[in-house]
T-cell receptor, first 114, second 116 residues
Framework: AQSVTQLGSHVSVSEGALVLLRCNYS??????LFWYVQYPNQGLQLLLK??????LVKGINGFEAEFKKSETSFHLTKPSAHMSDAAEYFC????????????FGAGTRLFVKA | ETGVTQSPTHLIKTRGQQVTLRCSSQ?????VSWYQQALGQGPQFIFQ???????GRGNFPPRFSGLQFPNYSSELNVNALELDDSALYLC???????????????FGPGTRLTVL
């Protein structure tokens, strides 16, 4: 069965500092992995996705994530935080079971300090 | 190309009532999934519809039901509302060709349901 664990419900960084949001997954088959961002009172926006191609995935807004099968991890990073990055971030895993049921983590709230 | 739209934006119901939420898929998409996002939590998969048939279901009771129409718009119906049903309900559409290929989901802005 699929599951996602996001380490840290809240992460606070200074503007310009490295952003690191942690995600570990469990999947019985090669998974598809995603990071989504959600701004207040809005839906989900896809940041990036891993679909069994390159293990280092680059997304929008300068974010990237690395798929590490041995560690079952898919951590999200950004070299330099911007105030506009403050939002809720969700890691998700999806398996092809005829359809794609997507399981989300509980989310990590990113705070960016000036 | 229009994105995924949902209506209404906000809704207030009382316990025991029934509610219908609507979703209009992105043009050309044949698959829709519904998610419940309680406050402070990640979205929880409710069910998915593909070509008008339910194609997977999460751990939600039968009082959560859905429909997908020939134009691929969709409804989520919830009967006998409970206080814990208060949440943001998200729909996501995708175009599925067949199994074994990844199909990116596009999310709507959600409907905020409050049950009093």
């Amino acid at each position: 069965a699929q599951s996602v664990t996001q380490l840290g419900s809240h992460v606070s960084v200074s503007e310009g500092a490295l952003v690191l949001l942690r995600c570990n997954y469990s999947s019985s088959v090669p998974p598809y992995l995603f990071w989504y961002v959600q701004y207040p009172n809005q839906g989900l926006q896809l940041l990036l996705k891993y679909t069994s191609a390159a293990t280092l995935v680059k997304g929008i807004n300068g974010f990237e994530a690395e798929f590490k099968k041995s560690e079952t991890s898919f951590h999200l990073t950004k070299p330099s935080a911007h105030m506009s990055d403050a939002a809720e971030y969700f890691c998700a895993v999806s398996e092809d079971t005829g359809g794609f049921k997507t399981i989300f983590g509980a989310g990590t709230r990113l705070f960016v300090k000036a | 190309e229009t994105g995924v739209t949902q209506s209404p934006t906000h809704l207030i119901k009382t316990r025991g009532q029934q509610v219908t939420l609507r979703c209009s898929s992105q043009s050309g998409h044949n698959t829709v999934s519904w998610y419940q996002q309680a406050l402070g939590q990640g979205p929880q998969f409710i069910f998915q519809y593909y070509r008008e048939e339910e194609n997977g279901r999460g751990n939600f009771p039968p009082r959560f039901s859905g429909l997908q129409f020939p134009n691929y718009s969709s409804e989520l119906n919830v009967n006998a509302l409970e206080l814990d049903d208060s949440a943001l309900y998200l729909c996501a559409s995708s175009f599925r060709v067949g199994s074994g290929s990844y199909n990116e989901q596009f999310f709507g802005p959600g409907t905020r349901l409050t049950v009093l």
